[in-house]
């Protein structure tokens, strides 16, 4: 049996993983921590195999006075924890990092050849993170990273839940041609206990088979609440100019796709399409 410590008690990923294991009552055993205050570093991880760092700081904001915060929490205490995983006698370690170490928005797919550029403080704390916990790998500690794309699903709060709203409001909404790597939280799911399944090392790519159009989704949402919403090309001339100056319009319109090879795993975890992914998560 795999005794799993997941950080970050009420996180959206750790407790839907939670759940996803517990149809394997004999072969996981979870356990969750809080990182909110200094109690954590008391705990004895020894009796643990494996710890899923999911704890941190979403973006939320770009604010200035948000940065030493990002730092504190998304880099210092991940690196924090991995060290004392390590040092506690905990052989793999899997940390819930982001596409965002690349920037907000690539005109070309990323493939393994792309080199990290975040453009705002939150990726590169992301990324200065995995930096650290790679350097305390060695032989009796493994590490894997896990660069996913926007993840959603049931209960997900940020753009999904925005663009949701939107798709049950609007009767009409812009048809954009962009292109969106994303991850419903089954196919992370079954990522992850892949990731455990094989003790893997390294960095991993996860995301849907099928690249996302921003007009899709939304149509896709209004449908699986019976509702029809016209998309439109009217406001495209404005919007792609708005598109690069405006970040909320980046993100909701803007390209960001991992090239599909980087994705593949040996086993099967696109469990969910596209599709069904949205009728799930509306449900």
């Not at 849907?208 to 495209?236: C, D, H, P, Q, W």
Request: hydrophobic fraction near 35%; charged fraction near 25%; charge should be positive.
């Amino acid at each position: 049996m795999k005794k799993i410590l997941i950080t970050g008690k009420n996180s959206y990923v750790g407790t839907n993983l939670a759940k996803w294991l517990t149809v394997y009552p004999d072969k996981y055993s979870i356990e969750f921590i809080s990182l909110r205050n200094k109690e954590w570093e008391k705990k004895d991880f020894s009796r643990y195999d494996v710890v899923i760092h999911v704890a941190g700081i979403a973006h939320v904001s770009s604010a200035e006075k948000m940065k030493s915060i990002y730092y504190m929490v998304n880099r210092d205490l991940t690196i924090k924890t991995a060290k004392k995983a390590q040092s506690d006698g905990v052989k793999h370690f899997i940390f819930m990092s982001s596409i965002i170490v690349y920037g907000s928005d690539h005109k070309v797919m990323i493939n393994k050849k792309t080199v990290p550029r975040p453009s705002n403080f939150y990726g590169n704390s992301k990324l200065q993170a995995e930096e650290g916990i790679k350097l305390l790998e060695n032989q009796n500690f493994t590490v894997a990273i896990i660069r996913s794309p926007m993840i959603y699903g049931k209960g997900s709060k940020g753009n999904y839940l925005k663009l949701s709203k939107v798709a049950k409001t609007l009767p009409i909404f812009p048809d954009i041609e962009n292109q969106r790597s994303m991850l419903h939280i089954d196919n992370l799911c079954e990522f992850l206990k892949l990731i455990i399944d094989h003790e893997e090392s390294g960095v991993f790519f996860p995301q849907n088979r099928e690249y996302v159009k921003t007009s899709e989704m939304v149509e896709l949402i209004a449908g699986a609440n019976g509702k029809k919403i016209r998309m439109t090309k009217v406001f495209n001339p404005i919007l792609n100019i708005v598109i690069s100056r405006l970040g909320i319009f980046n993100k909701v319109f803007g390209n960001l796709i991992y090239e599909q090879s980087m994705s593949e795993y040996k086993e099967k975890y696109q469990i969910r399409s596209l599709q069904e992914s949205i009728r799930r998560t509306e449900e």
